[in-house]
């Protein structure tokens, strides 16, 4: 039992071992029946009957029977229980009614169910059938229409599959309600405020991925009953659940979604109109917490307020805990999150767990809101067998209707009329094929915090095709990469004022990527949006939160009409293929250096081909996987120019020169995930070839006849051609002589001589944090551009790199966050590096001078950043090899934490994924030194490795560290290297650039004191 469910089992004064599953559940205190009194009468006043005398009788009735009797009086006297019956679905077996988180009805038994829809009478407690199978099919998915009725529910149709039917309660007339369609279920229906019926179906052909495919997908559809046209609404990844209307008359549903997501825990509740339009965030993106909620429904006249099961992924099925949320408090994790029932007075915790629910108690399905504190459901104590129960805000529950030593009862539905909520004006355009995109301002929200404004120059406008049935997984597409075919629309130019209004396809997923001046994307969307046909969608900006409103102002955009997308390097759509877009620029710039017989001989890249070219180049490139961090990524964490692959390019590998379109091609592949094949059918190789076919011809009959989409991405529109002319690179010749200085280099007597005998010296931060400094004497050396340089005067310097524990004395809510892991089933966000003695990181440049302005501020010094010159002569030490401590190939691992065999660790595996032992090249991709052991995966504490000659630890390697230098076209100079660096990319005089803005995940800074005099004062 987690935290939370003992101290509410305390506050009952009982243990959960105590309580027998058979034993009537009636729980509650005379304080909690007290409380649940005093509102009845503040609530209702006059109207509330008994309630002086409730309290009367509370004050004389002994405990048990006689207290819990009044309880179940008083409960049932509220006026919210307007009803004298209700709907329940009695059946045997309640867990074999469910499916497992990730599916829908379609991959449940059929038949083998005993079940049957009820009416229980409140009055006499009586059980009338209102509909039983007559094979054991399933029933299920109850929903009253507003009038009272009518009901639908899902069974299995005529034809065999899942299907939708209405029954008459007055008549007992029973109809199928959706088509008949060869491969397609229907299931999980509502009514509509205007005599529509919206339910899941099978339509795209999809598969659960994680699964291979074998799980079907069902996305939402509606029914228009006047003219028997189904519609898609939903082309969703993966399955969605539970639609509901709310009091507003939009639609409320659960959805899933794991594009570049930890899947476990990205299910997201979602709202639309009823015509599909408007699909917004309800509850819950970039959370891990709650992983699912289920049976989400609204609390009576509230479009904010809703109650829902809150589950996990694997383990219990689609039951856990109740609770209670408000939106307009807060949509991520729990800051929504109003009271967990039972647990009055206990605050929500968001816990990230997979099995979220294994051990929690009692354990609900199906709530039923009759007012904002009042809940009718189906519980249980053992998760086999559920009754229908009371129960409300202040842990008072009384059984209605107890499970029997066979039967459960569950899906409790009140037999009244209610409200019908007002009809929403249809926006969908007959005959549209596209729809308008957007977004007001996008450096609005958190996906482009701290980017400043001109960066942005552009969105990439892409397409998702996601897994058919029996097929997909982790590696389907591409190795770490993405889960899904992805293929680019177009781009559109974002204007001065950040706005931008585009076309692109109806009925599609799409997804945007913000681009800086050189066409790298700044910010994952990982998700996706769809417009229906005609539709305008629109967004505030990036990643902004649904309770922030829009201002109202016209922007630039808007003052005229949407741009058409401009293709692609001006060609068709197309799957996004490493064989079609990335093979050609190596076959052109790179095969004349990177042959077979080249890589046999020093292990260079092997280019030759396709297969080989992708296997060699994508351990390059850093980026975000399958399953990255939940939570909302920090601006350009996944940027291209984090990636080797383009820091070698934008050094000048070699004199190669690519063309812009060269560029444009590698880069995308980068933002894209690095995917390898544009196809499914490619994906699905020769082997299941034939059977993929199959049923992406379904897919594509099926798209035309729900959507209206007459598209086949498996058409491969450029096929590669091995016929590109070897561009041999810019000739750089052997190089100048490096410039010689005299009396360097020079040994560690030296060195520490040149120190004139001065000590380290602390400064104190406050909170008992210091810093420590280590003396830099002025001096000449010859760089790693072989040019000679001078440091005029000497200085102090920071031993180390500045640590997470001394950072937050000038900014205490900084977090270094996660590193991602690799492979798929995650359990949490990745590895935590939040360490107080790590050095800090994701601290941009300009955030690192802020630090150094404030520690002057208080200790009356001059504080900076170093010089790049100063940066590598301290590091040097007086030494003239590439590393401190020796040649590039010493071994570093007492010396520096670099990239060494240790990163090994990273090829994982396992649901919580565990290192593999022994793993294949395959999946131990990450270039490293596997000679060396330095001891840690990832970040060191400050210090843990030697000095050099003059005390500074972590010169080399831990994280790279802002200069006051710039490259030539501006950016900022990071040096020394990372944990995730080889030797080679971290050598005294390597250097890396990137915008002052940037919070760069493997970058930290180190600072310098100029005056020697007040230092020794300290």
Sequence with gaps: MNCRGMMIWAAFGMLSAGWSAAAELTHGTRETLRAAIEDLMATHGEVAPGGVSYLQRLDEVADGAELEALRKEV???????????????????????????????????????????????????????????????????????????????????????????????????????????????????????????????????????????????????????GTGEVRRLCFDQENNWC???????????????????????????????PDGTNQKEYYGSNSYWPNSMFYARPLPGSSSKFVAVVSGHHGVRRAGELVVFDNALGRHEASGAIQRIPGAGVAVEAVTMDGLVNRSFPRFLHPW???????????????????????????????????????????????????????????????????????????????????????????????????????????????????????????????????????APANTPVAFAPLDGEGKSLQMMRSWTTGMPGEVVSCIGCHESQNQAPDGRATLASEKPPVELEEW????????????????????????????????????????EPTRSYDALHPYVRRNGPEGDYHLLTPAEFHADTSELMQLLKEGHHGVELDGESVERIVTWIDMNVPKYGTWTEAA??????????????????????????????????????????????????????????????????????????????????????????????????????????????????????????????????????????????????????????????VSWDEAREFCAWLSGKTGLKVELPAGDEWEWACRAGAGTAMNYGAVDADFGREANLADVSMRKMAVKGVNPKPIPNPSPELDFIPKVATVNDGVLHLAKTGSYRANRWGLHDMHGNVAEWTDEETGDGEKVVRGGSWRDRPKRATAGEKVGYPAWQRVYNVGFRVVVRVDEGMAGQ
């Design 243 to 273: 639609p509901t209307v709310l009091p507003n008359g939009k639609v409320m549903y659960l959805r899933w979604e794991y594009t570049d997501s930890a899947h476990y825990f990205s299910r997201v509740l979602m709202h639309m109109n």
């Design 75 to 225: 409960m049932l006297a509220s006026p919210a229980v307007d009803f004298r019956s209700m709907l329940v679905v009695e059946r045997a077996d309640v867990n074999g009614g469910l499916p497992a988180n990730w599916q829908s009805n379609a991959d449940m038994a059929k038949t083998g169910h005993r079940n049957r829809i009820l009416e229980f009478s409140l009055a006499d407690g009586s059980l009338k059938p209102v509909h039983e199978p007559e094979h054991g099919e399933f029933v299920g998915d109850v929903d009253l229409d507003f009038d009272g009725g009518r009901i639908l529910f899902s069974s299995i149709g005529g034809h065999g599959g899942w299907a939708v039917f209405e029954k008459d309660l007055a008549t007992g007339e029973c109809v199928e309600v959706t088509p008949v369609d060869e491969g397609v279920d229907f299931m999980d229906a509502c009514y509509l405020p205007d005599g529509r019926i919206m339910f899941a179906a099978t339509s795209g052909f999809q598969g659960v991925p994680c699964v291979g495919g074998r799980d079907k997908v069902a996305n939402l559809h509606v029914l228009d009953r």
């Design 569 to 608: 390097l001006g060609g068709p759509v197309r799957g996004f293929s490493f064989e079609r877009e990335v093979q050609p620029v190596l076959d052109r710039h790179c095969i004349g250096c990177h042959t077979r017989r080249d890589a046999k001989e020093d292990g260079r890249p092997d280019f030759s």
């Design 685 to 842: 190789g020769r082997r299941r070839a034939e059977e993929a076919v199959v049923m992406l011809e379904r897919r594509k009959e099926s798209r035309e006849k729900y959507a209206g989409l007459r598209v086949d991405p498996e058409v491969v529109v450029n096929p590669y051609r091995k016929t590109e002319k070897f561009v041999k690179p810019r000739e750089t010749g052997a190089g100048r002589q490096p410039d010689v200085v005299r009396d360097w280099p020079f040994g560690e007597r030296a060195a520490v001589a040149m120190q004139e005998g001065r000590k380290p010296v602390a400064l104190e931060l406050g909170g008992g944090v210091t810093m420590d400094f280590r003396y830099v004497p002025a001096g000449s050396f010859v760089n790693g551009a072989g040019w000679a340089a001078r440091v005029g005067e000497g200085f102090w310097m920071g031993a180390c790199e500045v640590s997470l524990e001394q950072y937050r004395r000038f900014r205490p809510d900084h977090v270094n966050g996660v590193y991602d892991m690799h492979y798929k089933d995650q359990v949490d966000r990745g590895y935590y590096m939040n360490e107080p003695e790590f050095p800090v990181i994701r």
């Design 369 to 503: 809101p009759l007012s904002d504190k009042l809940f009718l459901v189906s519980m249980s104590l053992d998760g086999e067998r559920f009754g229908i129960y009371l129960v409300d805000v202040f842990d008072n529950m009384v059984p209605l209707l107890e499970a029997k030593r066979k039967w459960s009862y569950v899906e409790p539905v009140p037999l009244r009329k209610t409200v019908r909520p007002p009809e929403r004006e249809d926006l969908v355009v007959k005959g549209e094929s596209e729809a308008v995109f957007y977004i007001q301002d996008i450096y609005e929200g958190g996906g482009l915090d701290g980017v400043p404004r001109g960066t942005v120059k552009g969105v990439k406008v892409y397409k998702y095709e996601y897994a058919p049935r029996d097929s997909g997984g982790h590696y389907a597409i591409g190795m770490e990469g993405p889960w899904d075919v992805r293929s680019v629309l177009g781009t559109a130019p974002v204007n001065e004022d950040g706005s931008v209004m585009f076309r």
